[in-house]
Each structure stands twice: as C-alpha cells, then as structure tokens.
C-alpha cells in the first residue's frame, strides 16, 4: 500500500558557527509540517474570540515581537511580560518563557493558546474547529495524522525552529563578505570584551551573557539566564526560582538574543526602557544591587572603583553608540521581509 | 593408533589451534569501559556552592563561590603495548549537579595495562583560536571570550565577605601559554578490566594558594592581566589530585 511520507525540508542549512542543535526525533522538520505550523501560526481561529493569532504578538516586520512593552491578548489586560522575539530557536537555551518554564518549544507553544489573558482557548474546541475545516484536515494528515493537539503544537514548533536569521551585516562580516564601519567595527570589539583595568582593556562585557554569534544566552543547564540589575532586593520577582526554587535563581531572567534587536525596542523582560540608549544607560550606570546581581555586572566596570558603590561599565558616549552601531549591524532584513514566514492567508 | 583415532587427535589439535587463535584474537580485542570521576572539593571536604565558608588565603575575610567550571582536555592514556589518545578529547568540568562531581566515559578503549594517565586543564592554541566545534568546546558558550582570544581554561566566580563589604570575585583564566598538563601513575593492572574507574579530586583552593597564595582582596580579579592569569596557572596546574584509596 502506497503511504504518503511528507518530505524533510529541503535548503535548509545554518551558519556552523551557530553550532549544533537538536531536533526532537518525533517531531522530524519536514515541509508539510512547517506549512502548516505556518497557517496555525497565522490562523486566528487559535484564539477563544476568533482574532487573535501568535503573530498578533509576533509581528514578522518586528522580528516576531509586538513593539508593545507588555503583550495585550483576547482579555484586554497586559501581561507581565514583554513578547519575546523569535529567532534561531534551534539553538540557545532549552529553556522558554522569559522565566525558562517550558522545557521544549513543543510544550511552550500552547501555552498562549490556553492562557485566558493571551488566546484564551479550549485546546478540546479549537481541536474540533479545526477539523471540521476539510484544509485543515488534509494538512495535518499530510504532515502528521490527525487533527489534534498535540500535532498542533508539532506544527508550530517545527514552523518557529526554522524562523533562522542569518543573513545580518554581521553574518557577512563572519562569512568575510564585507567589512564593518570603523565606528561598528569598535562596537564588535567592546561589544566582545570584557573590561580589565589593569592592562587598560576597555570592554563593554556584553559577551558575558550574550554569546559572540548567536548573541542569545548560553545553552547548558542554566547559564542563559541572569539578574542584569533592573530591580533591587525588594521589587525583585521570582524569575527562574519559579522553576528551580532555588533562592540564588531569585530575580533571574532569560538572556535574550540580540538578532534584530535594533526592530524590537522596547526592551527587557518587561519592555521598561524604550530605547537601545536607555539600555546602554543601564548598563553603564543605572545597575541596581540586589542578593542575586550577576557577579559578572558587578565587577565589570572601564574605571578603577575605589569606593566599592559605582557599578555599571563608565563607558564613554562615544563607545556607547559604537555598541548601538554594532547592534544594528544585527538587524536581518531578509529576515523579517521572507516570504515564506509571513502571513500565508494574506495573498501577495 | 587407528586411522579413526588419529582423525580425532587431528579434530581436537584443530579445535585447540583455532579455539587459542580466537583466545589470543579475543584478549587483543579486549575493550574496557573507563570512567574518569572528578569531584570537586576545597581542601579536603566536597565543595560548596553559594555560602561564606571559605577563608580568603591570603588577606581578611571569608569567600563564597557560585560557579567553578574548566576545560579538561586531551587525555593520553600511555603503555608498554601503545598509547590511547582520545579524540576530539575537550570536556567542560562543571560542578553544579547534586554530586559536585564530573564524569569523562571512555567507552570501549582498547584494553591494556596502562601505567599512566595525562590530561591538561585549558585548550591546546589550535583548537583554543578556531571557531570550530569539538567536543565540548562550544564557540557560543560560556567559556568562550571570542574567537580572537580563546577560551576560558578555569572559570570562578562568586564573592568575598569583608565585614558587610562584599566583592565580587571573577577569575576568567585563559590565554593559550596557560595550558597546563597534569600527569599521575596508574596502579599496575588497575585498568586491565572491563569496566575501571579512576576517582580525582579537584581542589578548588590550590587555585588561590599554590605556588603562590593569593590575597582576594587584592587580587579579587583576574581576566585580561597576563601576569596575573600565569600566576593563577601555575596554581591550577596542581589543583587535580588521583584518590588512591
């Protein structure tokens, strides 16, 4: 008897430099699926009202974020946090959610869908919607078997793993096919070194969170997330406590990626700081101490502390818009205009 | 002898002659199964993580540590019958599971009386400069500075406790000169079976009081000084004891 076997996806490559990466031996990427996924992503018919879709939140233009500080879903009422931007999700941290909650992207993507403050709905009713569309119905068995949840969930993650930036400025630079500004080249350079005093190394320690290519937080066990100083002891929320209920992990967020990072302003877990500026800011003076404040923070400054209080890295105006310089050498403009991760109900 | 018997002599010859031939080609073939268990201590006692019990060596006040992780690489095992040399042999030590111990497999090494085992702390320069991916080097991680400078060797991170002064302590030791090479004896036959284990202590003090004991409070950081990063090499460079029980 002839079956039908959807097809693994074809050109799919990935700069090395980015690594290895695992792809769940149940849910194999294959074309049908990510068509698929692709629909759902873009179906709002995901949501309890009928109008809310993921990329309601995860706007391609925006590097599949919101450009809202805290995202707004079906009830109206804003969440505590900011829509994270989705990128190059085959590799980093196996932890998602801001707080590192879900385990796999399959388990994290019906979340939203549940939540009654994003999607609100019924994974039982949406199941049913969606099989009584006969397309639908041929979608799924052609990528999967049947209309169900846990196919849907398959479908998303397989459509977000290959959301792959990587044609950026800084790509080319990488792959040798242009050099960088002076003025973006000096961002690369502090951007990628941690300040040292003592032998004159100026640094903007960005490097110590977000790593040098794929600019996310690190993938093993826990180290992609940190307290970068946002809140003192007594405004500190749980973070990845939540999680681990360890009391060190108190206040501890995902260090997010850096890809596109100049189109998803405004930024931090919580969108709190509207600009690229307001962030160097941060990081240059406005550090708040509190129990868990990565060490790495701290300690990391371009001037010689002597009273013990300052943190915060005293880079000087002229290093802070070479860093910016240099972010947005992160923008991917292919990226966030590629045809085949927009809107497919949107007929070009 | 009749005809039959010889013909039986003769089976039984072959039977032996093969039967040893496999026995020798068996005992050639032999694999074992090698563990490599490091656990990490301070001086003596386990380590651990996250609380102000450790005296500052060489100054005022007690020190606490959040992350101690290094690279381990190219282990040679060495024989009279010929030497094992893992590949792609760059393991990441880190210490933050519930044993504070770190495990090397090296499954199915061909098996022999090995005398002696060596192993460096650190990156070799070709592997340490490259964007490449072998083992658990791993380019995006975080050991690596940046392509242009390397790796991290020896990662400590945590804080020391003056009074109600705190200091963060950031020890980021790398720079290819500083690749160190420990080498121990093996006790004879104590691999020659199919599945061994060999049990290191890593003390994390020897870091900070080896051939130099250092002041925390003076030297609370050590990333990009050269002379600062050799003095703490020359101090890791024993910091890896064998347990002999």
Sequence with gaps: ?348 | MTRSALRIGGLILAILLVGGGALQYHLDNRKSDLELVFTATAGSEPLVFNEYLYENPGGPGRFKVRDFRFYLSNIVLTSAEGDYRETESYHLARFDDDAKSYTVKLPEIPRRNYSKIRFSVGVDEEANLTREWQGDLDPNGKMAWNWEVGYKFVLVEGSLLMGEARKPIVYHVGFSENLRTQSFKIPQNELDTSAAVLAFDVDIMKIFQGSTVLNLSELASVVMKKTDARVVADNYAKMISLKTD
């Design chain 1, 1 to 348: 008897m002839w079956q039908y076997s959807p097809a693994a996806i074809r050109n799919f490559s990935a700069p090395f430099i980015f690594g290895r990466f695992n792809i769940p031996e149940d849910n194999p990427l294959t074309e049908d699926a990510f068509q698929l996924g692709r629909k759902l992503f873009y179906d709002p018919r995901l949501s309890g009202n009928n109008q809310i879709s993921c990329s309601s939140c995860h706007i391609q233009a925006l590097a599949f974020t919101d450009g809202r500080s805290r995202a707004v879903g079906v009830s109206g009422v804003e969440l505590p946090f900011s829509s994270m931007s989705l990128s190059n999700l085959l590799w980093g941290p196996r932890h998602f959610f801001w707080n590192g909650r879900s385990p796999t992207l399959e388990a994290q993507s019906l979340l939203p869908i549940q939540n009654p403050d994003e999607m609100d709905q019924d994974l039982e009713q949406l199941v049913i919607e969606l099989a009584a569309d006969p397309e639908y119905e041929k979608d799924f068995a052609r990528a999967y078997d049947d209309v169900n949840a846990e196919n849907i969930a398959k479908a998303l993650s397989t459509f977000m793993r290959m959301l792959i930036s990587q044609n950026s400025r800084y790509d080319k630079f990488l792959r040798g096919e242009l050099t960088l500004t002076d003025e973006e080249e000096l961002g690369r350079k502090l951007f990628v070194a941690h300040p040292d005093v003592k032998v004159s190394k100026r640094g903007g320690n960005c490097v110590d969170c977000h790593s040098q290519f794929l600019t996310g937080g690190f993938k093993d066990a826990y180290d992609g997330f940190s307290n970068n100083g946002l809140d003192g002891e007594d405004d500190l929320q749980a973070g990845l406590q939540a999680v681990t209920g360890n009391p060190d992990h108190k206040g501890l967020f995902k260090v997010p990626t850096l890809r596109n990072i100049a189109l998803t302003a405004p930024y931090m877990h919580d969108g709190r700081l509207p600009t690229l500026e307001a962030v160097l800011e941060h990081y240059n003076g406005g550090v708040i101490i509190s129990s868990t404040l990565d060490p790495l923070i701290v300690e990391a400054n371009n001037i010689e502390i002597t009273d013990g209080t300052s943190i915060g890295l005293s880079l000087n105006p002229k290093e802070r818009k070479a860093i910016i310089a240099f972010l947005h050498t992160l923008t991917d403009e292919d990226f966030v205009s590629d045809e085949k991760f927009s809107n497919p109900f949107e007929k070009k």
